[in-house]
Every structure is written in structure tokens, then in C-alpha cells.
């Protein structure tokens, strides 16, 4: 079961088509990959990135010494003049085209060829497309369906009646509890928890009575979920994470959660159960919820926010408790300017005494 990747060499004007740019200038040779401008040798582009804003000062100086030393074989850039000795790129998004083009490079994980480890264990009720890819130490339970292109890279476990849809990849260590649903085109990676318990516990005045979970978790197509990541089961019905959704490390998703779609997740946000994410919205990192409450499509948390309560549609919260960004920004300013008033006053009266 041997990795194998396409020759992905171009030319530049083959990456100018590619990012559907203008080239300006010629390149010293074939593009073999990407890499930031400082580090760039002749053999890989890179991206310039100033801000329009910015044409003067020591962050615009830092740039241009960038740009200007760089030994990139081709530059993507948003406005240029021809350069002499220097191939250039121009493209509306630098940045966007720069992941394109390492995508084109760098296309995914390895894709191993089709068929089931010698040390992998499969239940013969369990449905594997001979597309599919099972790989060492692997083990695939009862009633389990993967479809056509999916891998299971080393030491994953699916449970009992999952579903993996076509080319979804898995990588070491990821484990899914039965009755989970992956979609297309998805990429797990090392160690996460899909499916697990949720926290369902009922006092009875002794002792904590746990409630069944009996739901399962439900992903849509093209999402990608970081190392270390637990979502747990729904109680009843579905813990859901919607279509092209992002998730960072070390995330823990409450169970009945509900994730719309293009939604960022930041590492080690932390979600109770049954928080609503609309369509959009972003979680900055160490954002926290709590449960039965909804953010609105678009929103946006500060890294370090804590929303105990619904947040509006296209709103910026920030703090614990979360509010406004703007009133948070406010209220650390005035904080700042009392204590250092304060701290005035302070020495202000030790050197006034005797």
C-alpha cells in the first residue's frame, strides 16, 4: 500500500493560467512548489501580500526588503510594473492564489491503493467498495459502509453501522462510534473522537442518573476536523456538522449541537450541547458556549469569548460574557485608563509625603 502523488511540475505560464493571473516577466526555470518569500528558491513561487493601506513605515520597508531578496522563481502579487530579472504574477487575491496553487502541489493526503490490509480486521457484514483503502491495524465493525475512494489510513476504528462517503480520508487513530455519518470528501485527522457520549447526567438527589445517548453524529460533504477533536453522539437525534465547515485541534463540540455550513471553528472552542452555529460564522480560538443558545449566521467571537446568550446575525462579540466588540473594546479602555490613573495618583502622593 504505497503513497503515490502525480507529477505536478509547471511552468510559469502554466501556473499564470492555473490562478488565472497575467504574467509579467520570465521565470528561470519549472515551478515545482510553493513556499513563503523569505525561503523561496528558484524552483518554487511565493506570494506578496502588502497591505494597499500601508506605503510607508517599517512594516512596508520590512516588505519590500522581503520582496526584494527573495530568490522565488515566480512571485503572485496584486499590482505590479514589470521588474527586470524578476517573474511576477498578477492575481486580485495573492494569498487565494497562492492555496491554489500548493493545492495543484500538494493535493491531499497520500492516497494508498485500493483494497484491505493483511492487519486489518473487517466484519463480514461490513460493506468496503473495493475502491476503498484499509490500512493497518484497522478495524471496521458490522454493518459499516465506505464508499468508493476512502481511506483508513493506520489504526482506525469504525464502529457499527457508520456510513463514510466517497474519497473521505482518515488519518491514524480516528475513532468512530457506531452509527456515524461522514460525508464526502472529508478529511479527519489523527486521534479524533466522532461519536462519543454526550454529557447527559440527571441528579435523582444521591447520585448522577446518566441518560442514554442513543443519537448519532451526522458531517456533511468537504469537512475537515483537527487532531484531537471530540463530537459527541445527540441524546435522541443528531449531532450535526454542516457542509464545508472547518474545525481546529482540540475542539469539543457538546452533543445535539447543529454547525451550519463554511462555519470556523478555532482550537479548543468548547460548545455545550445543543448550540446553534448558523451558516458563516466564525469561533475564534478558546471560544466557549453555553448550551440552548444560537449564533447567528455570520457572527463572529473573539478568541477567549464566552456567549452565554444568542448572538445576532453578522454581530462581533468579544469578553466573558460576551457583548459587542465595540463596547468590550471600550470598557478595556476605560479599565486601562482608571487603573493607570490610579497608579498616577499612587506615586504621586509617595512622593508628596515627608
Known amino acids: 500500500m504505497e503513497p503515490s502523488q502525480p507529477d505536478a511540475i509547471l511552468s510559469a505560464e502554466e501556473v499564470a493560467e492555473l490562478v488565472g493571473g497575467r504574467l509579467l516577466g520570465e521565470a528561470p526555470g519549472p515551478i515545482r512548489g510553493v513556499q513563503e518569500l523569505t525561503q523561496a528558491g528558484p524552483d518554487q513561487a511565493s506570494f506578496f501580500m502588502a497591505d494597499p493601506g500601508i506605503r510607508s513605515g517599517a512594516a512596508h520597508q520590512r516588505l519590500a526588503d522581503a520582496f526584494a ?12 510594473e514589470p521588474v527586470p530579472g ?25 492516497r494508498y491503493r485500493p483494497g484491505v490490509d493483511p492487519a486489518a480486521w473487517v466484519d463480514p457484514q461490513a460493506e468496503i467498495d473495493p475502491k476503498a483503502s484499509i490500512g493497518p491495524g484497522c478495524v471496521v465493525r458490522a454493518g459499516a459502509k465506505i464508499a468508493s475512494g476512502s481511506v483508513l489510513s493506520a489504526n482506525v476504528s469504525v464502529g457499527e453501522d457508520c456510513r463514510i462517503g466517497e474519497d473521505s480520508y482518515f488519518h491514524p487513530g480516528v475513532r468512530l462510534y457506531a452509527g456515524t455519518r461522514i460525508g464526502r470528501q472529508c478529511e479527519i485527522h489523527a486521534n479524533c473522537v466522532i461519536g462519543s457520549d ?23 460533504d468537504q469537512v475537515e476536523i483537527g487532531a484531537l477533536t471530540a463530537i459527541d453522539r445527540g441524546t435522541f437525534g443528531a449531532t450535526v456538522i454542516g457542509s464545508g465547515t472547518v474545525i ?3 475542539v469539543q463540540i457538546g452533543h445535539n449541537c447543529r454547525i451550519g455550513r463554511a462555519v470556523v471553528i478555532c482550537g479548543q472552542v468548547g460548545l455545550a450541547g445543543s448550540t446553534v452555529l448558523e451558516d ?9 458556549t453555553g448550551g440552548h443558545l444560537t449564533v447567528g449566521r455570520g457572527a463572529q467571537l473573539a478568541g477567549g469569548a464566552g456567549a452565554l446568550s444568542d448572538v445576532p446575525s453578522g454581530a462581533r462579540w468579544a469578553g466573558f460574557p460576551a457583548w459587542p466588540l465595540s463596547l468590550e473594546m471600550r470598557a478595556r479602555a476605560w479599565l486601562r485608563r482608571m487603573v493607570k490613573k490610579k497608579e498616577t495618583d499612587r506615586r504621586g502622593r509617595s512622593q508628596a509625603e515627608p
Open 69 to 80: 531578496r527573495s530568490r522565488a522563481g515566480l512571485i503572485l502579487v496584486a499590482e505590479a
Open 280 to 288: 458563516g460564522v466564525v469561533l475564534g480560538a478558546r471560544a466557549g
Open 248 to 250: 481546529d485541534n482540540q
Open 198 to 220: 454526550g454529557f447527559g447526567y440527571i441528579w435523582d438527589g444521591s447520585r448522577h442518573q446518566k441518560m442514554p445517548q442513543i443519537g448519532w453524529v451526522e458531517i456533511g
Open 86 to 110: 524578476r517573474a511576477l504574477v498578477v492575481v486580485p487575491r495573492p494569498d487565494l492564489a497562492a492555496a491554489r496553487l500548493s493545492q495543484h502541489f500538494h493535493p491531499g493526503p497520500p
